[in-house]
């Protein structure tokens, strides 16, 4: 089966290439990089020629108004346009978990915007919503010009590797469509801040840390169900003491974090 991944020389839309490859499917990856532009359109109908299933791995490369709404506006509109005109069966969309709640925030404001327009066209799809990556903690620390103690919530986050995250993708693009919509999480319950610390001990960053229940993240403020995932989500099955220890190069280390929060049907 043809599943073209846009995106698909990202983080996340890599590995998807990767898994699907890997599975005996003919995985593209459309991407700038490969003369593809989802923004003006450009290359998407060669790409999409024979392609049986679409994955949209696409992110914006501004987070802010007006930037980021503009984005995801425009892409997706090209995006289903070009889909339908190619016979897509099946677009399996890359959305965040908690995005109906963090509308204070312009990135999210934007991905409800794509999610609606996905919802309201014509075409078979499957909207993922993926709790944060174990690799985005590193992405919440300060600059280390910036000396003074980073607040951070101490909302509850259930994050999840990257490869863990594209092969439960891989897995919903090859499978015969079903539910509308999915969710995707990591195996245990954290707090946001600790995992930021630990984050930063390993790179040896002393600045502290602080437990702020009115620190933002990107403009919204948290709750402790904002991003954790529904009953019935698919999980991923690595570890973020385990993600962390494997990316610290050249040290053997056993990390010992917290203990992960309990959330119903997770071992402790």
Same mark, same amino acid.
Not at 18 to 41: K, M
Not at 200 to 215: I, L
């Given at each position: 089966?043809?599943?073209? $991944?846009?995106? /698909? !020389? #990202? *983080?996340?839309?890599?590995? +998807? ?9 003919? &995985? ?9 532009? $989802?923004?003006? /359109? !450009? #290359? *998407?109908?060669?790409?999409? +020629? ?9 992110? &914006? ?31 399996? &969309? ?175």
């Amino acid at each position: 089966m043809k599943i073209v $991944v846009i995106g /698909g !020389h #990202g *983080l996340i839309g890599s590995r +998807v290439v990767e898994h699907l490859a890997a599975q005996g499917h003919e &995985a593209v990856a459309a991407s700038r990089r490969s003369g593809v532009d $989802v923004l003006t /359109g !450009h #290359g *998407l109908a060669a790409v999409l +020629v024979g392609a049986q299933v679409v994955v949209d791995a696409s992110n &914006a490369p501004i987070f802010e108004d007006p930037q980021v709404g503009d984005f995801f506006q425009r892409a997706t509109t090209q995006l289903l346009a070009a889909c339908e005109r190619a016979g897509v069966q099946h677009l399996v &969309a890359l959305s965040i978990v908690g995005t109906p709640y963090l509308q204070d925030s312009a990135y999210f404001r934007a991905k409800a915007v794509q999610e609606g327009l996905i919802r309201q066209s014509g075409l078979r799809s499957t909207l993922v919503r993926a709790t944060q990556c174990h690799e985005f903690m590193a992405q919440l620390v300060a600059p280390l010009a910036v000396r003074q103690a980073l607040h951070l919530s101490p909302a509850k986050v259930q994050p999840v590797a990257a490869d863990d995250l594209a092969g439960l993708v891989a897995q919903v693009a090859a499978a015969v469509p079903g539910r509308r919509r999915v969710q995707i999480a990591g195996p245990e319950c954290h707090r946001l801040f600790e995992l930021v610390e630990w984050v930063m001990y390993f790179n040896q960053d002393d600045r502290p840390v602080v437990a702020d229940p009115d620190a933002r993240y990107y403009g919204a403020l948290l709750k402790d169900t904002t991003l954790t995932p529904e009953p019935g989500a698919l999980l991923g099955t690595t570890r973020f003491a385990d993600w962390l220890a494997s990316h610290v190069p050249g040290r053997l280390l056993q990390v010992h974090l917290p203990d992960p929060l309990h959330v119903p049907g997770l071992a402790r």
